[in-house]
């Protein structure tokens, strides 16, 4: 099990930008798959973004598609969610959250999916006012 930190969340203008940070500590997640899943208040968790354990494959959401970029950077043990033109819908406490297993080609098939993800943050809250 490895322990995520998330940071760089704060409160910003719609059409601003945060930069969120995801930094593995004890254990790397080199090998590993990441997502980024948001919950707002009242709502359920959602899929926001995930890159696969080498940056290769990407994939997001609709709703961030165009506006949001998920990178890493496997020596530094840290995946970044880039976030662009931030909206009042963006509120939410962000969570980043590795695969289960590395390597995996199941996460392939399902990466939105938060059952192929095992080890999650404590997440770091986006608040966008209008």
């Known amino acids: 099990q490895v322990q995520l930190v998330e940071s760089g969340g704060g409160l910003v203008q719609a059409g601003g930008s945060l930069r969120l940070s995801c930094t593995a500590s004890g254990r790397t997640f080199s090998l590993y798959a990441m997502g980024w899943f948001c919950q707002a208040p009242g709502k359920e968790r959602e899929f926001v973004a995930a890159?696969?354990?080498?940056?290769?494959?990407?994939y997001y959401a609709d709703s961030v598609k165009g506006r949001f970029t998920i990178s890493r950077d496997n020596a530094k043990n840290t995946v970044w969610l880039q976030m662009n033109s931030l909206k009042p819908e963006d509120t939410a406490v962000y969570y980043c959250?590795?695969?289960?297993?590395?390597?995996?080609?199941?996460?392939?098939?399902?990466?939105?999916?938060?059952?192929?993800?095992?080890?999650w943050g404590q997440g770091t809250q986006v608040t966008v006012s209008s």
């Open positions: 959250a590795r695969a289960t297993l590395p390597y995996s080609t199941s996460w392939y098939r399902t990466p939105r999916g938060a059952n192929v993800y095992t080890d």
């Open positions: 890159i696969g354990w080498n940056g290769g494959t990407t």
